[in-house]
């Protein structure tokens, strides 16, 4: 009998793509989401868009009932449900802390009950907030904090000296800086998941992801996934519009890749306990990536806008050193970035296409032209 997984908020941009990567593995998968409208209400996603073979069951993860059910049967689960807007989290804080953290505590508290072979959670990059620098003497800077920038100063952040640091590779040791309600939530999950699994005979791993990209994210949410931001705004002939000037840089993982990750942390005996940090390995800059998908999309005349301003709260740079999955897990990031974005561009391009089929039916229907 094949090994039951459920993940929750799998009808979200990460586990479609894993539901898909773990029915190829032989597990069956059952999903439970309350696809909140933020997400969902664009169409572009949806419990419609997981494999047919994926057993759904709608529920909200802060209720315990539905939980109880959905862990029916269950051996392993993967926890994605949860609110992603950095930005939104620092307003909607009581929606943030709600879903986040009192839906782990719910989940953990079902899993008390009925336990599992093991509980995977989605943590991320966010909890380093900046991430390590290189200081101009050679050293190593952990706790750098960004300070308000005077016109003309650079926007790296200074060393001692007052010259800008040079970002390194972040490893999983790095102390986090919880500078938002979300990265503070993200947290609390991976403390929760790490705590309590150990303490009922569960095996806990935390995966801290980076960017994730590649099709199906949702192009109506605005608080989440810059590359599908700067692709809803490409495709309507918008420049993309990027704070700072552009050179803050980054790590850009494809879904695919990142369910490679999620699929290793679920079965592998060795990572029980864990935490992993989940990128390409590849650093970018904003502007650069910006750049690359207006090429993508065939608009390469688009050029972004840059604020010149920082947002409150945002990181200059953090970029990911993926050495321990690799090393132990066997992790290894497969897709290539100009690929994966010719992938998204195409991508793009079909919901528009699917829109305007839509949109043409419904006049043909109105003209009484359709049966
Ligand atoms: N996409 C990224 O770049 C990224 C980066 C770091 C961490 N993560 C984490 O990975 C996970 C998945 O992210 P994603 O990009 O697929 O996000 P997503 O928004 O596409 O998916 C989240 C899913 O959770 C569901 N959900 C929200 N609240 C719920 C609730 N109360 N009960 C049940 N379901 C609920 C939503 O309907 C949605 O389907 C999240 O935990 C996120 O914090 C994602």
């Known amino acids: 009998m094949p090994e039951f997984v459920l993940i929750t908020g799998g009808a979200g941009f990460i586990g479609r793509h894993l539901s898909a990567e773990l029915l190829r593995r032989g597990y069956r998968v059952r999903v439970l989401d309350s696809l909140i409208e933020q997400v969902h209400g664009g169409g572009t996603s949806g419990a419609g868009m997981l494999p047919p ?20 049967g269950i051996d392993r689960v993967v926890h994605l449900a ?101 990265a503070l939530t993200k947290y609390t999950q991976e403390r929760l998941t790490l705590t309590l699994a150990p303490a009922y005979g569960m095996e806990g791993v935390a995966l801290r992801l980076w960017n994730a990209y590649g099709p199906g994210q949702a192009l109506s949410n605005p608080y989440t996934g810059v ?23 980054r790590d850009f993982v494809h879904v695919e890749d990142v369910a490679q990750a999620f699929a290793l942390a679920l079965e592998h005996p060795a990572a029980a306990g864990q935490v992993y940090n989940v990128g390409s390995g590849q650093d970018r800059t904003v502007r650069e990536v910006a750049r ?70 419904r006049e043909l229907e109105a003209r009484g032209l359709v049966a």
């Open 53 to 72: 073979e994926v057993e759904f069951q709608a529920g909200d993860v802060r209720d315990g009932a539905a939980v109880a059910r959905a862990l029916r």
């Open 82 to 182: 949860a609110e992603v807007g950095v930005g939104q989290s620092m307003y909607a804080v009581e929606r943030y802390v709600s879903v986040n953290d009192c839906g782990t505590a719910v989940l953990f508290q079902q899993l008390i009950e009925a336990p599992v072979r093991r509980v995977v959670v989605a943590s991320s990059m966010s909890i380093y907030g900046e991430g390590l620098y290189r200081t101009s003497d050679g050293g190593t800077a952990e706790e750098v904090v960004r300070r308000p920038r005077r016109p003309g100063e650079p926007w790296d952040p200074l060393d001692a000296q007052g010259q800008p640091m040079r970002p390194i590779p972040t490893p999983e040791s790095k102390r986090p800086a919880l500078a938002s309600v979300y």
């Open 292 to 361: 690359l998908l207006a090429r993508a999309m065939g608009r390469e005349g688009i050029e972004p806008e840059l604020a010149g301003q920082a947002r409150l709260g945002d990181i200059r740079h953090c970029i990911a050193d993926i050495g321990k999955i690799q090393r132990e897990l066997g992790y290894a990031p497969r897709r290539d970035f100009v690929e994966g974005l010719a992938e998204l561009a195409a991508w793009v391009a079909e919901q528009q296409a699917v829109d305007r089929v839509a949109e043409a039916r």
């Open 227 to 249: 590359l599908a931001i700067f692709a809803a705004r490409l495709h309507n002939g918008q420049p993309p519009m990027i704070f700072e000037d552009g050179e803050q840089r």
